[in-house]
């Protein structure tokens, strides 16, 4: 009986290490990834990579290419549909939490949003910020909108930029989950959606500049 759970260990391990380089970017968008290759440098046997892989296909970070599983290369249109579903989720997401948060979620929401705010580096403050979304997801309570959005916002985790975490994109979005904060706080559910709407909006057009001025660079 210990083969079996040691395998879905193993499974879920290199699940997680993948997850975290493609999402890191140390496996780029286009990025083969031979199970040979990828057993050898993690250490383990072809069964738990192939898992892993498997997964990150339904997470929509791989897909089959001519030379095999690859990291997932996002067309801009790609991205405006990915964004259109976050939008339409997260917001309804935040306007749960105004119905349903409790005293934990908010202390939850309040602590994150002030390491952000006393974060200096530009990394740290990103990576706060995706923090402070992945607990808003949590605060609505809702499991099934919960998991669709933590697969969306991996998805979108591939086109971090530089251009994302310049000071004035990062300024704004502290001053916006502010505004989200206080309207979950005071139970306001439609100013809730609507403050959050409007955020992801801001951050999708952002996201959408940078990712057509990296194809003109390239093209």
């Known amino acids: ?3 079996p759970v040691q395998a879905a260990n193993a499974g879920e391990s290199q699940y ?7 999402v ?3 496996l780029p968008p286009g990025t083969t990834l031979l199970e040979t290759v990828l057993a050898t440098r993690l250490g383990v046997g072809r069964a738990p990579v192939r898992e892993a892989i498997l997964r990150l296909e339904c997470d929509g970070l791989v897909v089959r290419g001519q030379r095999g599983p690859q990291v997932r290369t996002l067309t801009a249109p790609e991205v405006v549909e990915i964004y259109q579903a ?4 997260e917001a309804e997401a935040a306007a749960s939490a ?7 979620d908010l202390a939850r929401l309040r602590h994150v949003h002030e390491e952000a705010g006393a974060a200096t580096d530009p990394d740290q403050m990103r990576a706060l910020h995706g923090r402070w979304h992945a607990v808003l997801r949590q605060a609505c309570h809702n499991p099934t909108i919960t998991g ?3 697969r969306l916002a991996l998805q979108l985790a591939l086109y971090d930029s530089v251009d994302m975490s ?3 994109n990062l300024e704004s979005t502290d001053d916006e989950h502010a505004e989200v904060l206080d309207a979950i706080a005071e139970g306001d559910q439609d100013r ?17 500049a940078a990712l057509v001025r990296e194809e003109s660079s390239t093209g």
């Open 148 to 150: 669709i959005l933590e």
């Open 24 to 26: 890191g970017g140390a």
């Open 98 to 104: 105004a119905a349903h948060r409790s005293a934990l």
């Open 1 to 3: 009986m210990a083969a």
């Open 86 to 89: 976050r939008i339409a989720l």
């Open 16 to 22: 997680l290490v993948l997850r975290d380089e493609i």
């Open 166 to 168: 310049r000071n004035p």
């Open 192 to 208: 809730a959606r609507t403050v959050l709407r409007a955020h992801l909006e801001r951050t999708r057009d952002v996201r959408i």
